[in-house]
């Protein structure tokens, strides 16, 4: 089994920064790719940014150049820095992540709101 702890949402205005992360604990060998996905209310859930083991990453066209994803193989942990935070990054955000062997997991979500 594998557990996606994630942390650091909340309520932030228009232009400011959160950090989230997720650590990863359980009973596994390796992690391939980890990544973050959100949805916002009425929406479907999206893929905001994945990055692999050897740190090769993706982002959505939305996100790019405003959101960093990074990588500790060491701590079994991701992190998402948002930077110039807008309104409709609103949305609960989640981790996922590869387990190799044991298939996909999730993390239970975290809110963030970006509103004045």
């Known amino acids: 089994q594998v557990q996606l702890a994630e942390s650091g949402g909340g309520l932030v205005q228009p232009g400011g920064s959160l950090r989230l992360s997720c650590a990863a604990s359980?009973?596994?060998?390796?992690?391939?790719?980890m990544g973050w996905y959100r949805q916002a209310p009425g929406k479907e859930l999206s893929l905001v940014a994945t990055?692999?083991?050897?740190?090769?990453?993706t982002y959505a066209s939305s996100v790019k150049d405003r959101f960093t994803i990074s990588r500790d193989n060491a701590k079994k942990q991701i992190d998402l820095q948002m930077n110039s935070l807008k309104p409709e990054d609103t949305a609960v955000y989640y981790c996922?992540?590869?387990?190799?062997?044991?298939?996909?997991?999730w993390g239970q979500g975290t809110q963030v709101t970006v509103s004045s």
């Open positions: 996922n992540a590869d387990v190799y062997l044991q298939g996909i997991y």
């Open positions: 359980g009973s596994f060998s390796v992690i391939n790719a």
């Open positions: 990055i692999t083991r050897g740190g090769i990453t």
